[in-house]
């Protein structure tokens, strides 16, 4: 029974979420999407805390036994409970000026720096990738020189208007014909997915492997 009690909850609740999105009109299963709703958040909010006290214990060992790079750690808790005691004591809205600004001046430019060390990482792996080999690495190098070209001032100053009318046509037409492809798939295999976990046989989340 332990093992066929959470997934009969699941499936309840899963079946019922499910009716609730698709079926209007019926005030008793707004309300009650709405209070499972609420549930929802209230496990995402406890989630959340689970990931605070792994990394504080993650990151307070290495501190206090000064592993190399201990510094990084010591900054990332400062940082995480600093703006988590800033927002919940003290700004207890996101339109505060205060969090405003530590947002704008703290979070965003560190997202940035982030973010833009993935060039390094992308053009590793552009280098790789652009090798001709065969015909379509032909045709992948091609797209990406025109791309690259075509979305910067300097392309079409050297080359005209040409080449960032091709490769906006390259952006709208076969980009987005490969993206639909890929959402179409990935949507197949997410509800794919939900139903394994639906009827038990995907029990992974409940610390279990499936059949």
């Given at each position: 029974m332990k093992?066929?009690?959470?997934?009969?909850?699941?499936?309840?609740?899963?079946?019922?979420?499910?009716?609730a999105m698709f079926v209007g009109g019926v005030p008793a299963l707004t309300t009650g999407k709405n209070y499972v709703d609420d549930w929802f958040l209230v496990v995402s909010a406890w989630a959340i805390a689970v990931g605070v006290v792994n990394?504080?214990?993650?990151?307070?060992?290495?501190?206090?036994?000064?592993?190399?790079?201990?510094?990084?750690?010591?900054?990332?808790?400062i940082c995480m409970f600093g703006m988590a005691f800033f927002g919940i004591?003290?700004?207890?809205?996101?339109?505060?000026?205060?969090?405003?600004?530590?947002y704008n001046n703290l979070i965003a430019p560190m997202n940035a720096t982030v973010y833009s060390t993935l060039v390094f990482y992308i053009g590793a792996a552009a280098y790789r990738a652009?090798?001709?080999?065969?015909?379509?690495?032909?045709?992948?190098?091609v797209a990406a020189v025109?791309?690259?070209?075509?979305?910067?001032?300097?392309?079409?100053?050297?080359?005209?208007d040409w080449i960032g009318d091709t490769a906006e046509w390259i952006l709208n037409v076969p980009n987005s014909a490969g993206m639909r492809g890929i959402q179409i798939g990935a949507t197949l295999g997410g509800i794919a997915t939900a139903l394994r976990i639906l009827?038990?046989?995907?029990?992974?989340?409940?610390?279990?492997?499936?059949?």
């Amino acid at each position: 029974m332990k093992q066929e009690l959470p997934v009969i909850i699941g499936l309840a609740f899963g079946l019922f979420i499910v009716i609730a999105m698709f079926v209007g009109g019926v005030p008793a299963l707004t309300t009650g999407k709405n209070y499972v709703d609420d549930w929802f958040l209230v496990v995402s909010a406890w989630a959340i805390a689970v990931g605070v006290v792994n990394l504080t214990q993650i990151h307070g060992r290495r501190v206090q036994q000064r592993r190399e790079g201990y510094q990084y750690s010591l900054w990332l808790m400062i940082c995480m409970f600093g703006m988590a005691f800033f927002g919940i004591l003290v700004a207890k809205s996101a339109d505060h000026e205060g969090w405003k600004f530590m947002y704008n001046n703290l979070i965003a430019p560190m997202n940035a720096t982030v973010y833009s060390t993935l060039v390094f990482y992308i053009g590793a792996a552009a280098y790789r990738a652009f090798r001709v080999r065969n015909v379509e690495a032909a045709v992948l190098l091609v797209a990406a020189v025109v791309m690259m070209l075509g979305r910067v001032p300097l392309g079409t100053v050297l080359l005209g208007d040409w080449i960032g009318d091709t490769a906006e046509w390259i952006l709208n037409v076969p980009n987005s014909a490969g993206m639909r492809g890929i959402q179409i798939g990935a949507t197949l295999g997410g509800i794919a997915t939900a139903l394994r976990i639906l009827v038990g046989i995907e029990r992974a989340h409940l610390g279990g492997t499936g059949d």
